[in-house]
């Protein structure tokens, strides 16, 4: 529902904007009187303010969903953690499938947290720009450094970018197995 007003609020906002630019060149007395222009300023105002706070209430949504997915896919590694224990303890012989967790891809991991948005690194394909280039910031570190970085992104912050740009959630967000198998994927993609 945010989202639908947000792009009838937006495209409303540009469809307004267009529409007294083009008055205005068109007439050379736009507007005719100061209450015009006060009520004309007044509702554009309240069209750029509902279009941003839509905006807003989007993205938390979106955030929200977020972390639905990522306590969901918790609870389901937890499951199966459970269940592993108990097979342990009873001295069960069951071949056990793969589980969720062995099969997490860190490539995978570093799509759908977005890395690749802020990053550039090479085997992913990605150009980010607002954080260091991986491929370069990486290529000598082991996996603890590279850990630490995604946890604790203000343990130290590369030469050239200011600290807390890079959200300091990944620890809570990830699961353990997440941030081994993206851990592992940037290691070796740039040979940390």
């Not at 997915?69 to 069960?92: C, F, K, P, R, T």
């Amino acid at each position: 529902m945010n989202e639908t007003l947000f792009f009838v609020l937006g495209i409303g906002l540009v469809v307004v904007a267009v529409l007294v630019a083009g008055i205005g060149l068109r007439w050379e007395r736009f507007p005719t009187s100061k209450a015009i222009l006060a009520v004309a300023t007044a509702a554009f105002a309240a069209l750029v303010v509902a279009t941003a706070t839509f905006a807003w209430l989007n993205a938390e949504d979106e955030q929200e969903h977020r972390e639905a997915e990522l306590a969901e896919a918790a609870e389901e590694n937890a499951a199966e953690d459970d269940e592993a224990e108990v097979a342990q303890e009873v001295g069960s012989e069951v071949e056990e499938e793969p589980s969720e967790a062995a099969s997490v891809d860190g490539a995978a991991v570093f799509e759908s947290s977005g890395c690749g948005g802020c990053h550039t690194l090479a085997a992913a394909d990605s150009t980010g720009t607002t954080g260091p280039d991986l491929d370069e910031v990486l290529a000598d570190k082991d996996e603890a450094f590279i850990e630490t970085s995604i946890v604790d992104p203000s343990a130290q912050v590369e030469s050239g970018f200011s600290p807390g740009i890079m959200p300091e959630t990944y620890g809570d967000e990830l699961s353990s197995e997440e941030l081994s198998a993206l851990v592992q994927y940037l290691a070796e993609s740039t040979s940390g």
